[in-house]
């Protein structure tokens, strides 16, 4: 029993050092992948952002508290609309007192237009009736005293002073005559019409800033950026809303300065937006770069594009994913990028031939983003290993196997 248990080890200790042998002798297994006829488009690949072709930037004109704001941003407005309003009290409150101080000054040229204020007038009026009176009577006195004189009826002291008394009287006429002519001088016309242009001006000012205070839409458009809320404050200047057209835009895309080479003015542009899933926007590069400017880590140029927009769901401002497309090759032998390596500075493939694979050198063209277009070197269905932890020489067997 011992010896038939012990042959019957010996044979499986055999029978796996012979499986063993043959199966570390087996050629190893690589995948494959097939070259194949196919349309290739060579992209560059990047992002952007999105800007309105044509929009201007509506700012305060005046300093103020935002009273109310009238719009939302995607609405469209027409030109001349209302935006948004600031507040007016203190404005209104310093109209209210010009006008009235127009009305005072108005009140007061009238009457220095008729010589005087009124109380003064009549007194000085009054006056001159009395000094006539006083004059008539001392007149009449006299008259009578000189025929009595002349009668020896009335002495000449009386005669005389009569008369002064008539002079008298004609002397304060004279006087108060005077007074009322000099009551109002060219001096006091001068100043109170400079003082009626200051308040009209201040009227003026009141106006315009109250109608400052109604901020407006130049033009009609869509208003895709609103900077403004309630009770802020603005300065003037600051911006209040920015209104454009959106069914055209205009996007910078940042090109690498290695792939600016391959861009073109007139190349078909693809923009994609993560917000909006499985929509694309197509549009032409429109503008090549005139510097490179830095963004982030990368030296870029800024590519101007132009797409459409006609349902306006792209909106300004938008971080956007783009693909210019380069070049096109149809029906253009293609094989996967990973299929493609270098040895001894030379690009091309380990090719499959019967049961060995063989070096092939490949000219090589564009490149899409998986495939890489092959020029010379390579038949239609080719097969060509991809990588793989064997190391491959040519000649090489090898059990193909799908990648």
Known sequence: MLKYGAGALLLAAVALGGWWYVKSNEPPQVAFAQAERMRIESVVATNGKVEPLDWVTVRAEREGLIGKVLVTRGQNVAAGQLLATLETREARAALASAEARVAQIKIEIDTLARGGKAPEFAEI?????????????????????????????????????????????????????????????VGDRAGAQARLKDAEAAVRAAQERLALASITAPRAGVVYQVDVRPGAFLTAGAPVASIGQVDRLRVLVYVDEPELGRVGVGLPVSITWDAQAGREWKGTVEKLPTQIVPFGTRQVGEVVCLIDNPDQLLPPGANINASIRA??????????????????????????????????????????????????GLADGARLALPTDVKLTDGLAVTPTKP
């Open 125 to 185: 009026d009054g006056s001159l009736r009395r000094a006539k009176l006083d004059r008539d009577q001392a007149a009449r006195e006299a008259e009578t005293l000189e025929r009595l004189a002349a009668k020896r009826a009335a002495t000449t002291m009386e005669l005389q002073e009569a008369k002064d008394r008539v002079a008298r009287a004609e002397a304060q006429m004279a006087a108060l005559t005077t007074r009322r002519g000099s009551l109002v001088d």
């Open 327 to 376: 070049q096109v090759v149809e029906n253009a032998i293609a094989v996967p990028k990973e299929a493609l390596r270098r040895e001894n500075g030379i690009a091309g493939a380990y090719v499959l031939d019967g049961s060995v694979v063989r070096w092939k050198p490949l000219k090589i063209g564009i490149a899409s983003v998986t495939r890489i277009e092959i020029r010379e």
